[in-house]
């Protein structure tokens, strides 16, 4: 399509506002149009609708923020087509809502200080009617009002999330129960939810797909019996850690259309009541047994005996032993079996020989579990090459023979956990990297690899999790190695990597510019002058640094205003940061959400600047902060009060705070968490 | 506020037995005989092995395994005695292997009940509801 006053398309992200360069998505079909010289009448030549459905197409978020900034024309386009938002603070709440009114999907969970007075008041500016998903985890001010709000908003609401919020119960669920076209809905953590708000919920949206109710456990037989009689549309179930008993598998083995059960650590369900399960008339495809301990191989026999389809069986955790009806049964399943998870279970290599007849297997975990053997391994990865994830933690009896089987037969592995692994070398590892270009994940945390081992590591160029936790001899030259082609990195843990110096990370910052999560704990080589290099990577938002006890506030003052993105901070331990460290958290962490800053040395003048600056603040462990006086505390807490949501403090400061300071931070929705810890320590 | 769970404990790999909180760890940054091991305040539910004098990568101690009282798999050891000056914090703490125990969660009771639930007159409710149509 040309025009003689048009824009070019490129790949750089902002050139300047106005030249139209904007980045994309590798799939996208360009329209290639020319820039003329002459009026800003260009716009004319490309409609808003037009202009909204290519912009529609740019994936990246801060891609779509660039777009935004480059006119008024394309700020309204982007506006009118958007259908996704992620609030962050609740003061603009109202006036984003209004502006977006394509809006398909809303989410709050990150909204600081969330309440339903201002939800309620946001919603009511608003048209919604696109509204479908909204996301409401964690948001623990929003009750049973701001529910009612946003269901009358919002008259297509297909799924909600209200997990974690701790303090919702009955109340809560009869609000939601009034979206009578809900299919999606997850109660995970709302403690007070009981039978009574389940049968609201089954009664008043009976078009019910998916329900999670993980973790409420004041639910018992009788709420499921009435979940069972009422959403026959139910395809997938979440039970666990619930005190229900086999009574509840009777009444769930009616849902013919159920395809995923999850009962995790449901202690009062046992063999007769997978039994019963295996006679019922779902349609399972996947089933979550793991931690449940009265669970044994003779009831997923008989599970299996019934659902020749599944798909994904998780039994970590829970049985103690494999019987051979077990995994007779298994062979039934040698088409459709892609998922199996068997950590913590005693496994002999005809075991392993005979899951191997799973020719589809597509993720195997073993992790813990005793008897793995480099024979073992290979009697199952020659019969499944389909393997991508292969949990390995803690099976110390595999050796290179291990890496070299799985190198040849599964050439698509992507996610490698090896932790504890210690018997593996450079030479395993090189077999993997040459022959396993996909690999995206490997945990090698504890198996003693050397730089040698990232030389070889640096050619998978797709991976984007590397964890050398313990990997004392990994150095700097290392670092060099993977920072030189994994520029796909998100996730590095170095932990106890003591090796490590500011030069590595300089190399890191050059190299690996995407990395998200960064664990640097006892890297103690490390000054202000590593984490200066560190103020270069953009995209970086969980930061650990326990015990660099050389980072003073001149390196925090880097990080902060380089990384805008930080969201967590670790600085337990650092002795040498004080109150100029706070300070510029204070003033350029603007997203922080959580902060460590036990044993550090502030005063009561940066700790009361730092939790009254900072709007995103929620969740604060500040352990023996021994420069800290009462008066200071008391200030500062008081500062943070409607903000803050979790507090770890020593416990001696409980019986010294005041009693109305502690009431109101636990009427605002704060958790204190009091421990007792010594002063010294000793490594 | 509620709390839901109680601490964090750990379990023994083998048969699920609880061995130890997470409050009570002292340090992570131990060896044990295979790989990662953790040092603890307090242990429970265990047995212990006599005692015996061990040359660790730490010098001289006299340590003595300690067993799952259920199901007999050696978890770890106790530190009895240690010989250098700097090594004597660890003496009567305890070693777990991270390999034989698993992180579990101690299953608290509720604090809390909702207003509206609870009573025999509501369980009748609801059996009745199960006719509504």
């Known amino acids: 399509m040309r025009h003689r006053n048009s824009y070019v398309l490129s790949k750089k992200t902002l050139d300047a506002p106005g030249s139209g360069a904007l980045g994309w998505d590798t799939g996208f079909m360009v329209v290639r149009i020319r820039y003329g010289g002459g009026g800003g009448g260009g716009m004319a030549a490309l409609s808003l609708d037009l202009l909204g459905q290519v912009l529609d197409r740019v994936r990246e978020p801060r891609d779509r923020k660039a777009c935004r900034l480059v006119s008024r024309a394309f700020a309204r386009a982007e506006a009118a087509h958007r259908r996704a938002l992620r609030v962050l603070r609740r003061e603009p709440l109202a006036r984003l809502l209004r502006a977006f009114r394509a809006l398909e999907r809303l989410d709050l969970s990150a909204c600081a200080s969330l309440d339903d007075a201002s939800l309620a008041a946001a919603l009511s500016g608003a048209d919604l009617a696109g509204v479908r998903r909204v996301c409401l985890a964690r948001a623990s001010g929003v009750g049973w009002r701001g529910l009612d709000a946003l269901v009358a908003a919002c008259p297509r609401l297909e799924a909600v999330d209200l997990s974690h919020c701790v303090g919702a119960g009955d109340r809560e669920a009869a609000a939601l129960a009034a979206a009578t076209g809900l299919r999606e809905l997850s109660l995970e953590k709302c403690l007070g939810v009981t039978d009574m708000g389940l049968a609201k919920v089954v009664v008043g949206c009976p078009r019910l797909e998916k329900l999670s109710l993980k973790w409420c456990r004041e639910i018992s037989d009788i709420g499921i019996d009435l979940l069972s009689k009422k959403c026959h549309d139910l395809r997938s179930l979440d039970i666990s850690y619930l005190k229900v008993g086999n009574e509840s598998l009777r009444s769930i083995s009616s849902l013919e259309k159920l395809e995923e059960l999850a009962m995790v650590c ?205 990997c004392s001899s990994i150095s700097d030259k290392g670092l060099a190695f993977i920072s030189s082609s994994c520029g796909k990195l998100i996730e590095l843990d170095l932990y106890r990597c003591n090796s490590i110096t500011d030069d590595g990370l300089a190399a890191l910052a050059n190299g690996c510019k995407k990395i998200k999560m960064l664990n640097l704990c006892y890297c103690n080589k490390i000054t202000d002058t590593g984490l200066g290099h560190l103020g270069s990577l953009e995209e970086l938002t969980n930061l650990e640094l326990r015990c660099l006890v050389r980072i003073t506030g001149i390196g925090i003052s880097s990080v902060a205003i380089g990384c805008k993105n930080l969201i967590e901070i670790d600085l337990k331990r650092c002795y040498s940061v004080d109150d100029a460290g706070l300070w510029a958290l204070a003033r350029y962490a603007l997203n922080l959400r959580q902060l460590t800053i036990s044993y550090c040395q502030v005063t009561g003048l940066g700790l009361c600047h730092l939790l009254s600056s900072l709007r995103c603040l929620q969740d604060v462990k500040m352990v023996h902060l021994s420069w800290v006086s009462i008066e200071g505390f008391e200030m500062a807490l008081r500062a943070a009060c409607g903000r803050l949501k979790k507090l770890k403090m020593l416990s001696g400061l409980k019986s010294v705070l005041s009693p109305e300071l502690l009431q109101m931070l636990q009427a605002c929705g704060c958790r204190i968490r009091w421990v007792n810890k010594p002063l010294v320590y000793k490594d | 506020m509620a709390e839901l769970v109680g601490p964090r404990v750990y379990s023994c790999c083998h048969c699920r037995n609880h061995v130890c909180l997470h409050d009570d760890i002292i340090s992570k940054a131990f060896q044990g005989r295979n790989g990662r091991a953790f040092l603890f305040s307090h242990a429970m539910n265990i047995s212990m092995g006599p005692k015996e004098d061990r040359q660790l990568m730490t010098g001289l101690h006299t340590v003595a395994d300690i067993y799952c009282r259920d199901c007999r798999e050696v978890l770890g050891w106790k530190y009895e005695r240690a010989f250098e000056e700097s090594q004597k914090y660890k003496e009567g703490k305890f070693i777990f292997e991270k390999a034989k125990i698993s992180d579990a969660i101690h299953l608290g009771t509720l604090g809390r009940k909702s207003p509206i639930s609870g009573g025999s007159f509501e369980i009748h409710v609801l059996q009745r509801l199960k006719y509504f149509k």
Request: overall charge negative.
């Open chain 1, 266 to 470: 449901c202690s009062c369900i046992d063999d007769d009541g997978l039994e019963l399960l295996g006679k019922g008339s779902n349609s399972l495809q996947s089933v979550d047994v793991s931690r449940c301990d009265h669970v044994t191989s003779q009831g997923l026999a008989s599970l299996i005996d019934g659902h020749n389809f599944l798909q994904k069986l998780n039994a970590a955790d829970s049985l103690h032993e494999m019987r051979q009806s077990f995994l007779s049964n298994l062979a039934k399943l040698k088409d459709t079996l892609t998922v199996l998870r068997l950590d913590g279970l005693e496994v002999a290599s005809s075991v392993l020989l005979a899951i191997g007849g799973c020719n589809n297997l597509v993720e195997i975990g073993l992790s813990k579990c005793n008897g793995v053997t480099d024979e073992g391994i290979s009697s199952l990865v020659t019969q499944c090459s389909h393997l991508r994830v292969i949990d390995l933690t803690c099976c110390n009896l595999l050796t290179n023979n291990a890496l070299d089987s799985i190198a040849e037969n599964c050439k698509m592995v992507e996610r490698l956990r090896l932790e504890s692994c210690s018997s593996i070398s450079e030479k395993g590892l090189e077999q993997i990297a040459t022959s396993c270009p996909n690999l995206k994940e490997i945990d090698l945390t504890d198996c003693g690899v050397n730089d040698a081992a990232l030389r070889h590591l640096a050619k998978c160029s797709e991976l984007l999790v590397l964890k050398l936790g313990l």
